[in-house]
Protein backbone atom coordinates (compact mmCIF):
# COMPACT_ATOMS: atom_id res chain seq x y z
CA UNK A 1 0.00 0.00 0.00
CA UNK A 2 1.20 3.58 -0.53
CA UNK A 3 1.86 5.72 2.18
CA UNK A 4 -0.52 8.35 3.03
CA UNK A 5 0.36 11.96 2.32
CA UNK A 6 -1.06 15.65 3.45
CA UNK A 7 -3.28 17.23 1.14
CA UNK A 8 -1.43 20.63 0.49
CA UNK A 9 1.11 22.08 1.93
CA UNK A 10 -0.48 24.52 4.03
CA UNK A 11 -1.81 21.46 5.62
CA UNK A 12 1.33 20.08 6.59
CA UNK A 13 2.48 23.21 8.61
CA UNK A 14 -0.73 23.86 10.43
CA UNK A 15 -0.58 20.33 11.44
CA UNK A 16 2.87 20.68 12.59
CA UNK A 17 2.25 23.76 14.28
CA UNK A 18 -0.69 22.06 16.04
CA UNK A 19 1.34 19.69 17.40
CA UNK A 20 3.77 22.31 18.37
CA UNK A 21 1.65 24.47 19.91
CA UNK A 22 -0.09 23.08 22.79
CA UNK A 23 -0.02 23.29 26.80
CA UNK A 24 3.19 24.03 27.03
CA UNK A 25 3.06 27.05 25.10
CA UNK A 26 0.60 28.53 27.35
CA UNK A 27 0.94 27.96 30.40
CA UNK A 28 4.78 26.67 30.73
CA UNK A 29 6.42 29.04 28.79
CA UNK A 30 5.29 32.01 30.19
CA UNK A 31 5.85 30.94 33.85
CA UNK A 32 9.52 29.52 32.65
CA UNK A 33 10.34 33.35 31.33
CA UNK A 34 8.89 34.46 34.33
CA UNK A 35 10.89 32.63 36.80
CA UNK A 36 14.17 32.44 34.99
CA UNK A 37 15.25 35.93 34.82
CA UNK A 38 12.13 37.22 32.61
CA UNK A 39 13.01 39.37 29.79
CA UNK A 40 16.50 37.77 30.22
CA UNK A 41 15.15 34.37 29.56
CA UNK A 42 14.82 34.94 25.99
CA UNK A 43 18.49 35.34 25.00
CA UNK A 44 19.10 31.79 25.87
CA UNK A 45 16.11 30.58 24.57
CA UNK A 46 16.75 32.25 21.33
CA UNK A 47 19.90 30.68 21.80
CA UNK A 48 18.48 27.07 22.03
CA UNK A 49 15.76 28.03 18.94
CA UNK A 50 18.29 28.76 16.88
CA UNK A 51 20.85 26.26 17.35
CA UNK A 52 19.13 23.30 18.77
CA UNK A 53 15.54 24.04 17.65
CA UNK A 54 15.89 25.16 14.12
CA UNK A 55 18.52 22.50 13.21
CA UNK A 56 16.69 19.75 15.33
CA UNK A 57 13.73 20.32 13.23
CA UNK A 58 15.02 20.22 9.85
CA UNK A 59 17.06 17.39 10.67
CA UNK A 60 13.34 15.49 11.90
CA UNK A 61 11.84 16.51 8.76
CA UNK A 62 14.32 15.43 6.49
CA UNK A 63 13.87 11.87 8.16
CA UNK A 64 10.69 11.45 8.09
CA UNK A 65 10.68 12.49 4.32
CA UNK A 66 13.40 11.00 2.93
CA UNK A 67 12.95 7.54 5.05
CA UNK A 68 8.90 7.61 4.80
CA UNK A 69 8.58 5.50 8.07
CA UNK A 70 7.27 6.63 11.53
CA UNK A 71 10.89 6.98 14.43
CA UNK A 72 11.06 3.23 14.32
CA UNK A 73 11.73 2.45 10.82
CA UNK A 74 13.13 5.81 9.85
CA UNK A 75 16.21 5.11 12.33
CA UNK A 76 15.93 0.99 11.40
CA UNK A 77 16.56 2.65 7.55
CA UNK A 78 19.75 4.28 9.22
CA UNK A 79 21.01 1.01 10.62
CA UNK A 80 19.08 -2.24 11.93
CA UNK A 81 20.86 -1.59 15.07
CA UNK A 82 19.34 1.68 15.59
CA UNK A 83 15.26 0.69 15.54
CA UNK A 84 15.34 0.73 19.08
CA UNK A 85 16.34 4.46 19.32
CA UNK A 86 12.81 4.95 17.04
CA UNK A 87 10.78 2.92 19.64
CA UNK A 88 12.38 4.52 22.79
CA UNK A 89 10.72 8.16 21.35
CA UNK A 90 7.30 5.83 20.70
CA UNK A 91 7.56 5.23 24.62
CA UNK A 92 8.12 8.85 25.12
CA UNK A 93 5.63 9.44 22.96
CA UNK A 94 3.10 7.21 24.52
CA UNK A 95 3.68 7.97 28.31
CA UNK A 96 3.28 11.83 27.39
CA UNK A 97 0.19 10.97 25.87
CA UNK A 98 -1.55 9.24 28.64
CA UNK A 99 -0.99 12.32 31.41
CA UNK A 100 -1.53 15.19 28.69
CA UNK A 101 -4.67 14.41 28.65
CA UNK A 102 -6.06 14.86 31.93
CA UNK A 103 -4.95 18.07 31.97
CA UNK A 104 -6.85 18.48 28.38
CA UNK A 105 -9.78 16.80 30.44
CA UNK A 106 -9.56 19.40 33.44
CA UNK A 107 -9.12 22.44 30.86
CA UNK A 108 -12.31 20.93 29.16
CA UNK A 109 -14.28 20.62 32.84
CA UNK A 110 -12.89 24.61 33.34
CA UNK A 111 -14.32 25.35 30.14
CA UNK A 112 -17.59 24.35 31.71
CA UNK A 113 -17.04 25.92 35.14
CA UNK A 114 -15.94 29.06 33.27
CA UNK A 115 -19.50 29.98 31.85
CA UNK A 116 -20.56 31.13 35.83
CA UNK A 117 -17.27 31.27 37.21
CA UNK A 118 -18.40 28.05 39.48
CA UNK A 119 -14.84 27.93 40.57
CA UNK A 120 -15.98 30.33 43.35
CA UNK A 121 -13.38 33.08 45.14
CA UNK A 122 -10.60 30.70 46.06
CA UNK A 123 -9.14 28.90 43.27
CA UNK A 124 -6.78 27.90 44.56
CA UNK A 125 -8.56 25.38 47.46
CA UNK A 126 -11.50 24.62 44.40
CA UNK A 127 -8.94 23.12 42.16
CA UNK A 128 -6.85 20.96 44.87
CA UNK A 129 -9.94 20.22 46.80
CA UNK A 130 -12.86 20.14 44.78
CA UNK A 131 -11.82 19.66 41.76
CA UNK A 132 -9.31 16.98 41.56
CA UNK A 133 -9.98 15.88 45.24
CA UNK A 134 -6.39 15.80 46.50
CA UNK A 135 -6.10 13.99 49.65
CA UNK A 136 -3.36 11.88 51.53
CA UNK A 137 -2.15 10.86 48.48
CA UNK A 138 0.98 9.93 46.67
CA UNK A 139 1.72 9.05 43.41
CA UNK A 140 1.45 5.25 44.36
CA UNK A 141 -1.65 5.87 46.08
CA UNK A 142 -3.66 7.39 43.88
CA UNK A 143 -7.16 6.14 45.41
CA UNK A 144 -9.83 5.96 43.71
CA UNK A 145 -11.31 6.78 40.10
CA UNK A 146 -12.74 10.34 39.79
CA UNK A 147 -15.74 10.20 37.06
CA UNK A 148 -15.45 14.15 36.63
CA UNK A 149 -12.31 14.00 35.46
CA UNK A 150 -12.35 10.61 33.69
CA UNK A 151 -15.58 11.83 31.33
CA UNK A 152 -13.94 14.90 30.21
CA UNK A 153 -11.28 12.75 29.26
CA UNK A 154 -12.92 10.31 27.48
CA UNK A 155 -14.54 13.25 25.58
CA UNK A 156 -10.40 14.38 24.68
CA UNK A 157 -10.19 10.71 23.57
CA UNK A 158 -13.04 11.02 21.74
CA UNK A 159 -12.09 13.48 18.97
CA UNK A 160 -8.41 12.33 18.84
CA UNK A 161 -9.71 9.03 18.33
CA UNK A 162 -11.94 10.26 15.23
CA UNK A 163 -9.08 12.28 13.90
CA UNK A 164 -6.83 9.65 13.62
CA UNK A 165 -9.23 6.87 12.48
CA UNK A 166 -10.08 8.42 10.11
CA UNK A 167 -6.60 9.21 8.26
CA UNK A 168 -3.89 11.82 7.29
CA UNK A 169 -5.59 14.10 5.58
CA UNK A 170 -9.44 13.63 5.98
CA UNK A 171 -8.86 13.43 9.54
CA UNK A 172 -5.70 14.84 11.15
CA UNK A 173 -5.25 17.89 8.28
CA UNK A 174 -9.02 18.62 8.45
CA UNK A 175 -8.88 19.13 11.90
CA UNK A 176 -6.30 20.98 12.26
CA UNK A 177 -7.40 23.13 9.04
CA UNK A 178 -10.36 23.63 11.63
CA UNK A 179 -8.63 23.99 14.89
CA UNK A 180 -5.07 26.29 14.49
CA UNK A 181 -7.55 29.24 12.43
CA UNK A 182 -9.29 28.82 15.73
CA UNK A 183 -6.76 28.85 18.30
CA UNK A 184 -5.17 32.41 16.65
CA UNK A 185 -8.29 33.80 16.57
CA UNK A 186 -9.14 33.78 19.78
CA UNK A 187 -5.93 34.53 20.80
CA UNK A 188 -5.86 37.60 19.04
CA UNK A 189 -9.18 38.14 20.45
CA UNK A 190 -8.29 37.88 24.07
CA UNK A 191 -4.99 39.84 23.55
CA UNK A 192 -7.21 42.94 22.06
CA UNK A 193 -9.47 42.98 24.79
CA UNK A 194 -6.95 42.41 27.71
CA UNK A 195 -4.02 44.60 26.75
CA UNK A 196 -6.32 47.73 27.42
CA UNK A 197 -6.90 46.74 31.16
CA UNK A 198 -5.62 49.12 33.68
CA UNK A 199 -2.00 47.44 34.97
CA UNK A 200 -1.46 45.17 31.80
CA UNK A 201 1.27 46.83 30.58
CA UNK A 202 2.79 46.43 34.26
CA UNK A 203 2.80 43.04 33.84
CA UNK A 204 4.25 43.20 30.07
CA UNK A 205 7.25 45.13 31.77
CA UNK A 206 7.14 43.04 34.61
CA UNK A 207 7.76 39.92 31.90
CA UNK A 208 10.01 41.64 29.64
CA UNK A 209 12.19 43.63 32.44
CA UNK A 210 15.22 41.56 31.93
CA UNK A 211 17.15 40.07 35.53
CA UNK A 212 20.61 40.18 33.69
CA UNK A 213 22.01 38.29 36.58
CA UNK A 214 20.20 35.31 35.67
CA UNK A 215 22.05 35.14 32.18
CA UNK A 216 25.20 33.51 33.78
CA UNK A 217 23.30 31.07 35.57
CA UNK A 218 23.15 27.18 34.17
CA UNK A 219 19.31 26.35 35.43
CA UNK A 220 17.92 28.77 32.69
CA UNK A 221 19.92 27.82 30.29
CA UNK A 222 18.35 24.34 31.13
CA UNK A 223 15.40 25.39 31.17
CA UNK A 224 15.68 27.29 27.78
CA UNK A 225 16.83 24.01 26.19
CA UNK A 226 14.14 21.69 28.14
CA UNK A 227 11.58 23.91 27.03
CA UNK A 228 12.89 24.09 23.06
CA UNK A 229 12.89 20.44 22.25
CA UNK A 230 9.29 19.76 24.47
CA UNK A 231 7.62 22.67 22.71
CA UNK A 232 8.95 21.76 19.22
CA UNK A 233 7.55 18.07 19.50
CA UNK A 234 10.81 16.84 18.82
CA UNK A 235 12.90 13.93 20.08
CA UNK A 236 10.06 11.79 21.36
CA UNK A 237 8.67 10.51 17.05
CA UNK A 238 6.07 13.53 16.11
CA UNK A 239 7.99 15.38 13.53
CA UNK A 240 9.46 12.09 11.92
CA UNK A 241 5.78 10.53 12.07
CA UNK A 242 4.28 13.87 10.41
CA UNK A 243 6.95 14.53 7.78
CA UNK A 244 6.68 11.14 6.57
CA UNK A 245 3.41 11.82 5.00
CA UNK A 246 4.67 14.70 3.13
CA UNK A 247 4.58 14.50 -0.60
CA UNK A 248 8.29 14.15 -3.01
CA UNK A 249 8.32 17.50 -3.66
CA UNK A 250 8.46 19.18 -0.18
CA UNK A 251 10.84 22.74 0.76
CA UNK A 252 11.87 21.40 3.85
CA UNK A 253 13.78 24.18 5.23
CA UNK A 254 11.19 26.34 4.77
CA UNK A 255 8.87 23.79 6.39
CA UNK A 256 10.89 23.72 9.47
CA UNK A 257 11.66 27.63 9.47
CA UNK A 258 7.97 28.11 9.60
CA UNK A 259 6.99 25.54 12.11
CA UNK A 260 9.57 27.02 14.69
CA UNK A 261 9.09 30.89 14.03
CA UNK A 262 5.11 30.50 14.41
CA UNK A 263 5.46 28.20 17.69
CA UNK A 264 7.90 30.41 19.16
CA UNK A 265 5.89 33.55 18.01
CA UNK A 266 2.53 32.19 19.74
CA UNK A 267 4.39 31.45 22.74
CA UNK A 268 5.61 35.44 23.33
CA UNK A 269 1.82 36.35 22.03
CA UNK A 270 0.74 33.77 25.23
CA UNK A 271 3.00 35.65 27.06
CA UNK A 272 1.83 38.89 26.55
CA UNK A 273 -1.63 37.59 27.14
CA UNK A 274 -0.97 35.84 30.09
CA UNK A 275 1.50 38.65 32.01
CA UNK A 276 -1.36 41.29 30.79
CA UNK A 277 -4.32 39.41 32.92
CA UNK A 278 -2.11 38.89 36.00
CA UNK A 279 -0.50 42.92 35.91
CA UNK A 280 -4.57 43.72 36.36
CA UNK A 281 -4.82 41.10 38.81
CA UNK A 282 -2.05 42.94 40.47
CA UNK A 283 -3.36 46.20 40.24
CA UNK A 284 -6.84 45.63 41.07
CA UNK A 285 -6.06 43.58 43.91
CA UNK A 286 -3.36 46.21 44.88
CA UNK A 287 -0.40 43.18 45.53
CA UNK A 288 2.72 43.13 44.36
CA UNK A 289 2.47 40.82 40.60
CA UNK A 290 5.02 38.00 42.53
CA UNK A 291 2.31 37.34 44.96
CA UNK A 292 -0.58 36.71 42.35
CA UNK A 293 1.32 34.01 40.23
CA UNK A 294 1.28 30.60 41.20
CA UNK A 295 3.56 27.60 39.30
CA UNK A 296 3.23 25.44 36.41
CA UNK A 297 -0.12 23.65 36.56
CA UNK A 298 -1.62 25.85 39.13
CA UNK A 299 -1.09 28.83 36.75
CA UNK A 300 -3.93 27.88 34.30
CA UNK A 301 -6.37 26.23 36.93
CA UNK A 302 -5.36 28.69 39.65
CA UNK A 303 -4.74 31.72 39.16
CA UNK A 304 -6.26 32.24 35.62
CA UNK A 305 -9.80 31.65 37.10
CA UNK A 306 -8.82 33.78 39.97
CA UNK A 307 -8.29 36.81 37.31
CA UNK A 308 -11.18 35.81 35.10
CA UNK A 309 -13.42 36.67 38.00
CA UNK A 310 -11.80 39.59 37.85
CA UNK A 311 -12.06 40.76 34.37
CA UNK A 312 -14.86 42.26 32.58
CA UNK A 313 -17.15 39.93 31.02
CA UNK A 314 -15.97 37.02 32.37
CA UNK A 315 -18.34 34.71 31.28
CA UNK A 316 -17.23 35.68 28.20
CA UNK A 317 -13.45 35.49 28.38
CA UNK A 318 -13.55 32.90 30.87
CA UNK A 319 -14.56 30.13 28.11
CA UNK A 320 -12.66 31.80 25.23
CA UNK A 321 -9.39 31.14 27.16
CA UNK A 322 -9.99 27.51 28.44
CA UNK A 323 -11.47 26.84 24.69
CA UNK A 324 -8.18 28.13 23.61
CA UNK A 325 -6.04 25.87 25.78
CA UNK A 326 -9.23 22.65 25.06
CA UNK A 327 -7.68 23.41 21.51
CA UNK A 328 -4.15 23.50 21.77
CA UNK A 329 -3.83 20.53 23.85
CA UNK A 330 -6.73 18.55 21.37
CA UNK A 331 -4.19 19.43 18.28
CA UNK A 332 -0.67 17.90 20.15
CA UNK A 333 -2.47 15.01 21.69
CA UNK A 334 -3.50 14.40 18.01
CA UNK A 335 0.16 14.27 16.64
CA UNK A 336 1.36 12.30 19.46
CA UNK A 337 -1.20 9.53 19.17
CA UNK A 338 -0.19 9.55 15.83
CA UNK A 339 3.25 9.09 16.21
CA UNK A 340 2.26 5.98 18.29
CA UNK A 341 -0.01 4.78 15.73
CA UNK A 342 1.77 4.71 12.59
CA UNK A 343 4.92 3.35 14.57
CA UNK A 344 2.54 0.28 14.85
CA UNK A 345 1.60 0.55 11.35
CA UNK A 346 4.89 0.38 10.17
CA UNK A 347 6.14 -2.39 12.07
CA UNK A 348 2.81 -4.63 12.29
CA UNK A 349 1.28 -3.85 9.18
CA UNK A 350 -2.56 -3.70 10.69
CA UNK A 351 -4.61 -1.30 9.06
CA UNK A 352 -4.96 2.14 10.35
CA UNK A 353 -8.48 1.57 11.89
CA UNK A 354 -6.99 -1.30 13.96
CA UNK A 355 -4.14 0.18 15.08
CA UNK A 356 -5.74 3.58 15.76
CA UNK A 357 -8.55 1.44 17.77
CA UNK A 358 -5.86 -0.54 19.97
CA UNK A 359 -3.95 2.69 20.53
CA UNK A 360 -6.39 4.80 21.81
CA UNK A 361 -8.04 2.03 23.19
CA UNK A 362 -5.28 1.08 25.83
CA UNK A 363 -3.95 4.69 26.15
CA UNK A 364 -7.46 5.76 27.43
CA UNK A 365 -7.27 2.75 30.28
CA UNK A 366 -3.55 3.65 31.50
CA UNK A 367 -4.87 7.48 31.14
CA UNK A 368 -7.44 6.74 33.90
CA UNK A 369 -4.71 6.67 36.29
CA UNK A 370 -4.18 10.63 36.19
CA UNK A 371 -8.10 10.53 36.68
CA UNK A 372 -7.47 9.57 40.08
CA UNK A 373 -7.47 12.26 43.64
CA UNK A 374 -3.26 11.48 43.68
CA UNK A 375 -3.86 11.82 39.36
CA UNK A 376 -1.69 15.03 39.91
CA UNK A 377 1.29 13.77 41.98
CA UNK A 378 1.65 10.93 39.52
CA UNK A 379 1.35 13.44 36.79
CA UNK A 380 4.08 15.67 37.74
CA UNK A 381 6.34 13.10 38.86
CA UNK A 382 6.09 10.90 35.63
CA UNK A 383 6.72 14.99 33.67
CA UNK A 384 9.60 15.27 35.40
CA UNK A 385 11.47 12.45 34.49
CA UNK A 386 10.65 12.30 31.02
CA UNK A 387 11.43 15.97 30.19
CA UNK A 388 14.55 15.88 32.31
CA UNK A 389 15.81 12.94 31.56
CA UNK A 390 14.45 10.43 29.11
CA UNK A 391 13.94 13.11 26.57
CA UNK A 392 16.90 14.48 27.00
CA UNK A 393 18.59 11.87 26.38
CA UNK A 394 17.08 10.61 23.78
CA UNK A 395 17.63 13.83 22.22
CA UNK A 396 21.33 13.62 22.43
CA UNK A 397 21.44 10.27 21.35
CA UNK A 398 19.72 11.29 18.02
CA UNK A 399 21.97 14.31 17.65
CA UNK A 400 24.74 11.64 18.30
CA UNK A 401 23.93 9.23 16.00
CA UNK A 402 22.97 11.23 13.08
CA UNK A 403 26.11 13.71 13.82
CA UNK A 404 29.00 11.07 14.54
CA UNK A 405 27.96 7.55 13.21
CA UNK A 406 26.15 9.38 10.12
CA UNK A 407 27.28 11.51 7.87
CA UNK A 408 25.17 15.43 8.89
CA UNK A 409 26.53 16.77 5.37
CA UNK A 410 24.46 14.12 3.70
CA UNK A 411 21.70 15.57 5.37
CA UNK A 412 22.76 19.17 4.35
CA UNK A 413 22.88 18.51 1.18
CA UNK A 414 19.59 16.29 0.87
CA UNK A 415 17.55 19.21 2.21
CA UNK A 416 19.39 21.64 0.08
CA UNK A 417 19.16 20.03 -3.23
CA UNK A 418 15.03 20.17 -2.49
CA UNK A 419 14.56 23.36 -0.52
CA UNK A 420 14.10 26.87 -2.25
CA UNK A 421 16.50 28.68 0.30
CA UNK A 422 19.57 26.87 1.45
CA UNK A 423 21.02 26.68 4.77
CA UNK A 424 25.04 26.36 5.56
CA UNK A 425 27.49 25.13 7.52
CA UNK A 426 26.22 26.34 10.69
CA UNK A 427 24.15 23.67 10.55
CA UNK A 428 26.64 20.72 10.69
CA UNK A 429 28.20 22.82 13.94
CA UNK A 430 25.27 22.75 15.41
CA UNK A 431 24.15 19.48 14.83
CA UNK A 432 27.44 17.72 16.03
CA UNK A 433 28.99 20.52 18.46
CA UNK A 434 26.79 22.96 20.07
CA UNK A 435 23.95 21.32 20.68
CA UNK A 436 25.36 17.99 21.76
CA UNK A 437 27.43 19.86 24.10
CA UNK A 438 24.99 21.75 25.57
CA UNK A 439 22.78 18.94 25.47
CA UNK A 440 25.07 16.96 27.80
CA UNK A 441 26.17 19.25 30.48
CA UNK A 442 22.56 19.93 30.83
CA UNK A 443 21.36 16.05 30.87
CA UNK A 444 24.28 15.35 33.28
CA UNK A 445 23.37 18.26 35.53
CA UNK A 446 19.80 16.84 35.88
CA UNK A 447 20.54 13.11 36.40
CA UNK A 448 23.51 13.99 39.24
CA UNK A 449 20.74 16.63 40.75
CA UNK A 450 18.08 14.18 40.92
CA UNK A 451 20.09 11.78 42.21
CA UNK A 452 21.44 13.09 45.12
CA UNK A 453 18.08 15.41 45.75
CA UNK A 454 15.43 13.50 44.25
CA UNK A 455 12.14 15.12 42.99
CA UNK A 456 9.28 17.21 44.44
CA UNK A 457 9.91 15.50 48.03
CA UNK A 458 8.40 12.28 47.04
CA UNK A 459 9.44 8.85 48.61
CA UNK A 460 12.45 7.27 47.42
CA UNK A 461 10.26 4.01 46.29
CA UNK A 462 8.17 6.09 44.08
CA UNK A 463 11.10 7.92 42.33
CA UNK A 464 12.77 4.48 41.87
CA UNK A 465 9.48 2.91 40.32
CA UNK A 466 7.69 5.70 38.52
CA UNK A 467 11.01 7.95 37.74
CA UNK A 468 14.28 5.79 36.91
CA UNK A 469 12.46 2.43 36.48
CA UNK A 470 10.32 3.61 33.58
CA UNK A 471 13.04 5.14 32.26
CA UNK A 472 14.88 2.36 32.48
CA UNK A 473 12.23 0.19 31.39
CA UNK A 474 11.85 2.05 28.14
CA UNK A 475 15.16 2.07 27.39
CA UNK A 476 15.23 -1.68 27.81
CA UNK A 477 11.65 -3.03 26.27
CA UNK A 478 13.02 -0.90 23.16
CA UNK A 479 16.25 -2.95 22.72
CA UNK A 480 14.44 -5.70 22.63
CA UNK A 481 11.85 -4.98 20.01
CA UNK A 482 15.25 -4.53 18.43
CA UNK A 483 17.39 -7.23 19.13
CA UNK A 484 14.31 -9.98 19.52
CA UNK A 485 12.00 -8.74 16.45
CA UNK A 486 12.20 -9.42 12.62
CA UNK A 487 13.70 -6.22 10.98
CA UNK A 488 11.34 -3.56 9.90
CA UNK A 489 10.32 -4.13 6.32
CA UNK A 490 11.88 -1.71 4.57
CA UNK A 491 9.18 -1.10 2.08
CA UNK A 492 6.62 1.96 2.66
CA UNK A 493 3.26 1.11 4.39
N1 LIG B 1 4.68 20.84 21.81
C1 LIG B 1 3.74 20.53 22.82
C2 LIG B 1 3.53 21.66 23.78
O1 LIG B 1 4.22 22.65 23.75
C3 LIG B 1 4.20 19.34 23.55
C4 LIG B 1 3.42 18.16 23.18
C5 LIG B 1 3.31 17.76 21.89
C6 LIG B 1 2.76 17.48 24.13
C7 LIG B 1 2.56 16.71 21.56
C8 LIG B 1 1.97 16.44 23.81
C9 LIG B 1 1.86 16.07 22.53
O2 LIG B 1 2.63 21.60 24.59
NA1 LIG C 1 4.93 24.23 21.80
Redesign the pocket.
Known sequence: MKREQWGTRAGFILAAVG???????IW?FPYMAYENGGGAFFIPYLFAMLTAGIPFMIMEFSLGHKLRGAAPRAFSKLGVRLEWLGWFQVFIASV??VY?VAVIGWAISYLGFAFTQSWGSDTNAFFFSEYLKLGDNSPSNLGGLQLHIAIPMVIAWGITFAAIFTGVKGGIERANKIMMPLLFLMVLALIARVIFLDGALDGLNYLFQPDFSKILDAKVWSAAYGQIF????VGFA?MIAYSSYLPEKSDINNNAFMTVLINCGFSMVAGILIFSVLGYMAQEQAKPLTEVVSAGVGLAFVTIPAAINLLPAPYILGPVFFLALVVAGLS??I??IEAVTSAIIDKLKWSRKKAASVVCGVGFVVSMAFATNGGLLLLDLVDYFINNVALLASCLIELLVIGWLLKVSDIRSYVNSISEFTIGKWFEICIRFVSPIMLAIILGTNLTNTFNNGYGGYAMSDLLMLGWGLVAAMFVIAVIINVASKPLDKKEG
Open positions: SAIGLGNRIAYFTLSISHSI
